[in-house]
């Protein structure tokens, strides 16, 4: 989701065909002709696309037609289709919740390499409950509990079998968990506020800021769960959370004065910084203050 990525699937297209304007185009049926019209109008994954919109459609000339023109004016094709696939597994996605983006993945992949089979992880702004599903099937007999701020990301990520808690990161998950949980993962908002002009030009045609907005530098919410991750983790816990640019070395500082220990900057092949995993030493550090700074 970063400004500091051009390659999120948020990125697949190069720009918004007005409603007007697709309203007048014919919609092909057949896969070729199909691709040439998203290709033509600036869809970058066209056929891949074009792929996923047929296999929606499943022969359903009136599905297909409408379900183009809804992606004609730049709508997310996962909310049209209802559904993604996050590291290998189907996601379902609503609506006004953010579409789990493949820039994820290896977080995700990691904080299911950090759960032991019977241990318990809390996925933090989950949205959909993409990583809290991935957590889920891969340790089935873990426990794994998600929070969300947003009403709609709740009720998906509950219709994704997630056991999710409405509310501000750790603030409505059960108080028994404290101290107890061996991985906390995160995708939170960490686009830097100047930064957000710069994102996919129609994200905010469909989207608000909320899954986006990480304040001045964007760790505003990184360092809020920095902050408040210790209250939750054991001695030898987990912290992944995604992030960008050189916001691993803006959390320097804190990761330090917070117990944290053998911080692992994650990048892509292309060797962009896509994350951050970390040790929580438990050894009676505490978090500096649990207030301040709250949103
Ligand atoms: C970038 S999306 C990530 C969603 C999901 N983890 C994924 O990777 O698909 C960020 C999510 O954080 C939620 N969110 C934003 N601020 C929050 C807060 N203070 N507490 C809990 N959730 C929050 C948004 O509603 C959104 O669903």
Known sequence: MSSHSSSSAASSRSRVLPTAAAEGIAIASDLASLSALLTREGFIAAAEESQQLLTFAGGDGGLLDA??????????????????SFCGIDVRVDPDVYVPRWLSEPVASRAVERLPRDGCAIDLCTGSGAIAKVLATHRPRARVLASDVARAAVACATAN??????????????????????VV????????????PLLQRDTFTFETTLSYDGGDDGTRVLRRVLRDSPRFLKPGGALLLELGGDQAVLLADDLTHLGYVNVTVLADEDGD????????RGDGVQPLSRSAGGP
Do not use: C, N, Q, S
């Not at 993962?185 to 957000?196: A, D, F, H, Q, S």
């Open 67 to 84: 379900a183009v023109r809804r992606r004609l004016t730049g709508e997310p094709l996962a909310w049209i289709t209802g559904r993604v």
């Open 161 to 182: 079998g997630v056991e999710v808690y409405h509310g501000d990161l750790f603030a409505p998950l059960p108080r028994d968990l404290e101290h107890r949980v061996d």
């Open 185 to 196: 993962v995160g995708v939170v908002p960490y686009v830097p506020t100047p930064e957000l």
């Open 273 to 280: 910084v896509r994350g951050i995993e970390t040790t929580f």
